[in-house]
Structure formats: structure tokens, C-alpha cells
């Protein structure tokens, strides 16, 4: 149910994670611990590798540039879009398009774990 929360605010750059509260009627530091003793990682953490996803999907499926993209799954800045791209898939957005023209959308979700 976090992961849908979320993916329906995908394209808003202003959501913040806090607003999570509202929506689960419990505490930030509640569904922040909770999240974490699950997964072990950190809930802004998966709010940036679901919308880096996205763009990623965005960007081979649907023959989005990088930048229009960005926008999409709510980066304002599209160079440090970039730099957290690379961070998430081990290489820059155009050597990914690049890749997902030439292999497919399939291969490549299966090859950066998308």
C-alpha cells in the first residue's frame, strides 16, 4: 500500500514524504521505522528509486527524452536527475536509452533491475 501512496505522487515534485501521515493516520516516525525494520533502507530512498524507475521506463517504453522525463516522476533539475540515475542504475540516462534502443525494454529491465 506504501509503494501505490507513493506511485500516485510520482510527478508531483512537492509531495513530501510526511504527507504519508495523513494518508496512513499514523506518525512520520512511525511509518519511517516501520518501512525501515522491513526493508532496511530509508522511505526516501525508495521515493527516489521508484521515480527513477519510472523515468527509466518513461524513457525506453515511451521514447521520452531525458529531461521530459525528469519532469515527469518530478525532478525540477535535470542535472542532478542525471547524477541520481547514474547512482541507481550504474550509468547516465542517455547510455541507458541508448542501451534500451538497441536491446529492448525487456532486456534492459532484466539487466539494471528495473
Not at 512520520?28 to 522511505?43: A, F
Not at 540516462?93 to 539494471?112: C, S
Request: contains cysteine.
Amino acid at each position: 500500500k506504501l509503494v501505490q501512496e507513493i506511485n500516485k505522487e510520482i510527478e508531483n515534485p512537492d509531495f513530501k514524504l510526511e504527507e504519508l501521515s495523513k494518508i496512513f493516520n499514523m506518525s512520520y516516525s512511525v511509518i519511517y521505522r516501520k518501512y525501515h525494520e522491513i526493508s532496511g533502507r530509508k522511505l526516501i530512498e525508495l521515493l527516489r528509486s521508484l521515480r527513477l524507475k519510472r523515468a527509466a521506463q518513461l524513457i525506453v517504453q515511451n521514447g521520452y527524452n531525458i529531461s521530459e522525463a525528469s519532469f515527469m516522476v518530478g525532478y525540477r533539475d535535470s542535472k542532478f536527475f542525471t547524477k541520481c540515475f547514474k547512482e541507481e542504475f550504474g550509468v547516465p540516462p542517455a547510455t541507458f536509452k541508448r542501451e534500451g534502443k538497441n536491446k529492448g525494454w525487456d532486456k534492459i529491465a532484466e539487466l539494471y533491475g528495473v
